[in-house]
């Protein structure tokens, strides 16, 4: 089992950037697919980025693409999510979560742990 921990979220104004963090408990992070999710108030909870256990592979919703960027660092059971270029639609809770399965999954019920989310708020 695997517990997130989430932190790096904020009030920032469009076009600014944030760097959200998603800490692992645990020895097996490198085992693990590790993604980020968000959901707006009354919307539903939508893929934002996938990155494979060794980092090579990386997947992004449309929305992000060119913007975003996944990384992880398994020394440190650590994910990462750069947020550069930020716009108010972004505004959303921001999850992590684990995935014991291989494959690069954007549905939310593939992944087997969660965090407790940090929230993200851009400013017009």
Do not use: H
């Amino acid at each position: 089992q695997v517990q997130l921990v989430e932190s790096g979220g904020g009030l920032v104004q469009a076009g600014g950037s944030l760097r959200l963090s998603c800490v692992a408990s645990g020895r097996t992070f490198s085992s693990y697919v590790m993604a980020w999710f968000r959901q707006a108030p009354g919307q539903e909870r939508e893929f934002v980025a996938v990155i494979s256990n060794g980092g090579a592979n990386k997947d992004y919703a449309d929305s992000v693409k060119g913007r975003f960027t996944i990384a992880r660092d398994n020394a440190k059971n650590t994910l990462y999510l750069q947020m550069n270029t930020l716009k108010p639609e972004d505004t959303a809770v921001y999850y992590c979560a684990a995935d014991k399965a291989y494959g690069l999954f954007r549905n939310s019920g593939r992944y087997d742990y969660w965090g407790q989310g940090t929230q993200v708020t851009v400013s017009s």
